[in-house]
Every structure is written in C-alpha cells, then in structure tokens.
C-alpha cells in the first residue's frame, strides 16, 4: 500500500527526475506537466512523490484533497497501491485529474468501489495552431477586425519574452489584475484570492522562466507593454498556453497576442494549442468557444461510492441483469444494447446517465434514461 511519508513539496530539484519520466509518456492534459505543478505549487499545496517508478502529484485545497493518475509505465500497479491507501483512509480523497486514456485503463481494471465523473468545467481547450495563426475565414472575421484595430495609425512589435522583459510583464499582470478587482462585487473574497494566486503563479513562472523551459512573447505598441504569454509544451505535438494577459482598454490586444503566440509555436513546429480550461466560467468558456477548438481535452475524477456510472465494460453484465430482472427475449435485449457498442457521444452521454451498483465486478443493480435515450436516437 502506498506510503504517504514519500511526498514532499514539489521544488525545482524535482524537474530532473519527473521530465526523465514525464518527457517519454504523451501528455494528453495540461495539469501533467512539471511546470504547471511547480507554478501552482502553493496554490493547490501540491507535494509529489515517484510511486512504482510513476509520477504523482498529491493535491490540498481546502476540502479538497486528490492524487494526480499515475503518469509512467508502471502506472497500473501504481493506481493500485493510490487505490488501496484511499480505501483504508479516513479522508475523503479523490484520483483527480484523469484523462480520457487514464480513465479507460481505471476502467479496464474493474475496481471496485469507485465511480468516475467527467469534470467538464476543466477541460482543455485544444486548437489548431494554423487556425490561431492564420484566422482565416468569416468565423474569425470578428477577431481580424478587433486586430485591425490594434495595428492602423500605430507602431507595434513581437519580442521573446525573457528574463529581460520578465519585470514588465509583471507589471502589466498587476494593471491587469487591479482592473479586475474593480470589476468584482467588494464581498468577492473567493475571486479575489484567485486572482492573487495567479499573480504569484505569474510571477513565480517568469522568475523561472528559463530553468522551467517555459517560453512566450510580448506585445509592445508605441514601444510599451500591452501584452505577453507564458506558454510549456506539453507534448511532441502539443503547447500550453498557460498565461496570457493585455491591457483590456486598447482593442486588439488579446487577439493580436492570440496570434502572435500561435504563429511563434507554429515556427517551432507543434500541430495543437491547449488553452487550459474556463473553470466554469461563463465568459472565460465564450471567449475560448469563440475560437472554436479543434478539441476538448477531457478530464476526470474518480471518487469512492458505492455507485458509478455505466461504462462500455459493463454492458455484458447488464443485459445479464436485465435478463434476471424482466426475463425479455435476448433479441429484444440485445437489439437495445447495439446502440451503445459505437462509442459516439450520444452513446457515452447516455452512459453517464446510468448509474449502477455493483461488488466484485457483478452489476446488481442499474438505474437508466430510457427516455432520454430514445429522444436522442429518433
């Protein structure tokens, strides 16, 4: 079982060893990468610890405590030891954050005793880098006019962001960050402590921009600052866009620094932009819709309850149930199950409606929308 002693507080001497494992799996989320953990590593109380030969991040905030999935090649018989110590812990504790893949290897070890719920408000919006570059068409007609703006009866430059212009941009963030506060009703403590926490994350990743290996650009009109991002690759394929701030009163400086930033990670060769996710948002979610994704990243947690949602795994055993519970003809029953042997969305939003209890792999009992089923289908 796991040994909860082994974590400690994630530090830069942790990068070495995590990246030795880390820059061999393909990262399928932004929370997986080193940079990201050591960014937020006072916000979230993030502590790591090698188990089996994996990655796990252990996260505290507030109520809220959770072991990262296993990242590695032992990441099976990792999971098991997370899994056993949850089970004989008298803390609430989830495995969370999980991707689309991590979840079908949770699934194909039929644990007992879990159920895993999509997280949608912390799915990554993934993009393709020539459409952020390149804004072609009349969808991003919208954003072309925003730049127009920007750019006419003006001097504007591109620079790399670093250790030089680092101060600047903190600067800006500051600007940025009192704007906001403006904005927020006096009794909203909550966002104003997030906002304080990404300034310190700002600040903390631009102080370490090098030794992170995190890389970006600036905005300058007129020869001042009015925008920057902070971006990590996330994969061979793949960059996050984990900071990207401008001084909201001039027009056009998001999306010229939206561009700008995928035109630079399109030099270095990399096919997709994860822009994180919108935290439920609902402004944040506009603005990341408008720039349509080619993708959701799709994220996870896995919780102890004597329920869980149906999976594709369990539809063997519940055709048994069905059979035990209403003796149907198996034609009529499998008839009803071929729709969900597709994997389509449809088939997986209806597997999310279907609760079922279970032991030691057996469905014994299931709970479904027949009717939500049957509206979507026809």
């Given at each position: 079982m796991l040994d909860i002693k082994i974590f400690h507080p994630i530090t830069m001497d942790d990068k070495e060893w995590i990246e030795k494992i880390t820059k061999n799996e393909y990262l399928e989320i932004c929370d997986q990468t080193f940079g990201m953990s050591f960014a937020g590593r006072y916000t979230y109380n993030i502590q790591v610890a090698n188990v089996s030969g994996c990655v796990v991040y252990k996260y505290d905030e507030g109520e809220l405590h959770s072991f990262s999935y296993p990242i590695g090649k032992n990441s099976k018989e990792a999971l098991i030891d997370i899994v056993e110590y949850i089970k004989y812990s008298s803390d609430d504790i989830q495995i969370s954050p999980m991707s689309f893949t991590d979840k079908q290897e949770f699934e194909s070890l039929s644990i007992d005793g879990f159920m895993i719920e999509p997280y949608y408000d912390y799915f990554d919006y993934v993009y393709l880098t020539e459409n952020l570059k390149?804004?072609?068409?009349?969808?991003?007609?919208?954003?072309?006019?925003?730049?127009?703006?920007?750019?006419?009866?003006?001097?504007?430059?591109?620079?790399?962001?670093?250790?030089?212009?680092?101060?600047?941009?903190?600067?800006?963030?500051?600007?940025?960050?009192?704007?906001?506060?403006d904005m927020i009703e006096f009794s909203d403590d909550d966002m104003k402590r997030e906002l304080i926490n990404e300034e310190i994350e700002i600040r903390r990743s631009l102080e370490n921009l090098n030794e992170l290996g995190f890389f970006g650009i600036i905005i300058r009109r007129e020869d001042i600052i009015t925008a920057f991002s902070i971006c990590e690759e996330q994969n061979k394929d793949t960059v996050i866009v984990h900071y990207e701030k401008a001084?909201?009163?001039?027009?056009?400086?998001?999306?010229?620094?939206?561009?700008?930033?995928?035109?630079?990670?399109?030099?270095?060769?990399?096919?997709?932009?994860?822009?994180?996710?919108?935290?439920?948002?609902?402004?944040?979610?506009?603005?990341?819709?408008?720039?349509?994704?080619?993708?959701?990243?799709?994220?996870?947690?896995?919780?102890?309850?004597?329920f869980s949602f149906a999976t594709l795994n369990d539809i063997s055993n519940l055709k048994l149930l069905w059979k035990q519970a209403f003796n149907d003809e198996d034609e009529y029953i499998n008839e009803y199950f071929e729709c969900l042997t597709d994997k389509n969305a449809i088939n997986e939003k209806w597997l999310h409606e279907a609760v079922i209890i279970h032991k030691s792999g057996t469905v014994l009992q299931?709970?479904?929308?027949?009717?939500?089923?049957?509206?979507?289908?026809?």
């Open positions: 390149n804004l072609a068409g009349k969808k991003y007609a919208a954003k072309r006019n925003h730049i127009n703006r920007f750019v006419e009866n003006t001097s504007w430059s591109v620079e790399e962001l670093s250790k030089e212009n680092a101060y600047e941009c903190i600067q800006l963030e500051k600007h940025w960050r009192q704007t906001k506060e001084d909201a009163n001039i027009q056009g400086a998001y999306q010229i620094v939206n561009r700008e930033t995928a035109a630079l990670i399109d030099r270095l060769g990399y096919k997709y932009v994860n822009r994180e996710d919108d935290l439920g948002i609902s402004g944040l979610r506009k603005a990341k819709l408008s720039y349509y994704p080619y993708y959701m990243g799709r994220k996870y947690g896995a919780f102890l309850s004597e299931a709970m479904g929308s027949f009717s939500s089923l049957c509206k979507e289908l026809f």
